[in-house]
């Protein structure tokens, strides 16, 4: 079997490779090639462009490198034609590898089309499951909840597990001989993953924890999580000031012992779900009165983050927007920090979370959901 897989951004590029090795192993004679990043040559695919050469982000950059998307289209469209794979897979990154889907089908009709991770249409862009559905033959989700969503359209779509539950779980829960938590005394800041969204929140998640530690003196430090590929020296100037601040790059370790955690709106407020530190989401927008209209007219769901939306209640306080203040940052990190009751419910919370995703491994049941109905 020849496989050609279609990822345009970093985590897809590793999901994606976890998918390659599974596959490998059920399937020693299969074959690779695609569109993506090291980890998916290293696992032994044979890439016609890197994704660094498309990670495009927002309307700015997209239609500044206009050019260069519809270079990448030209050559994934060759290389689809040229390689005539059994089978086309596709990891998230929506708007390219939706025309992806399409071409294939138009194109070579008999061959398979497959989406792995498909993208959070049930938040943004609900028309697009259409598209999906159409033009797409298997949609392998990676939350519980993504089955019943394509249903209510007429399309399968089978949850195989989800890969950042998989990823969080092997660091378990600290605790102590006695089944408690083995907090340390500090405060985890996890600002994001770009540096667009790190100078945006960093220095106002700063000052509000730096304000609500006035009341607590017994917690004398602040750990800041640097995202991978981005230099400390980009952090410098926003650290500086705060004598008691450390960066660290083990972001799993900071954040499983911290006794609580400021985190910009994201996956990693389900990593910090999963790995059981009470927290307080945040997101920085710039005329932040919008968000509040597109939550209902265009988002149309209750809650921002992930962690509420698998919990279907405000489990974790959302600071979005306007909301988004040094005091009220302060007030809620007050509450994680000084009431326990408050805790302990949004721990309960957090324990339904891991029971609902499950212990499947995402890459593995992909696989053979994929090489048992060739």
Sequence with gaps: MKYFLIAGEASGDMHAARLIEALHQRDANATFVGLGGDKMQAAGCRLYQHYNKMAYLGYVQVIRHMR?????IRIAEQALLSEQPDELILIDYPGF????AQFAKHHLPDMRVTYYIPPKIWAWKRWRVHSIGKYCDRILGIFPFEPDFYAQYGYACTYVGNPTAEAV????????GDGLRDDEDYVVLLPGSRRHEIENCLPRMLAGTTKALEAYPDIRKIVVTAAPGIET???????AGYPTVEL???????????RAAVVNSGT???????LGCPQVAVYHLAGGVMLDIMRFLVLRIPHFTLVNILAKRELIVELLARHFTVDSLASELNRLLGDEAYVAKIREGYAEIRQELGTRPAAETAADIITQNK
């Design 68 to 72: 260069d998307i519809r270079n990448n």
């Design 248 to 258: 660290r790059r083990d972001t799993y370790q900071a954040v499983a012992h911290a």
């Design 169 to 176: 779980m092997g660091y378990g829960r600290p605790v102590t």
């Design 97 to 100: 590898n939706l025309h992806m």
């Design 268 to 274: 990693a407020t389900l990593e910090t779900a999963l």
């Design 233 to 239: 020296e980009f952090y410098s100037s926003m650290l």
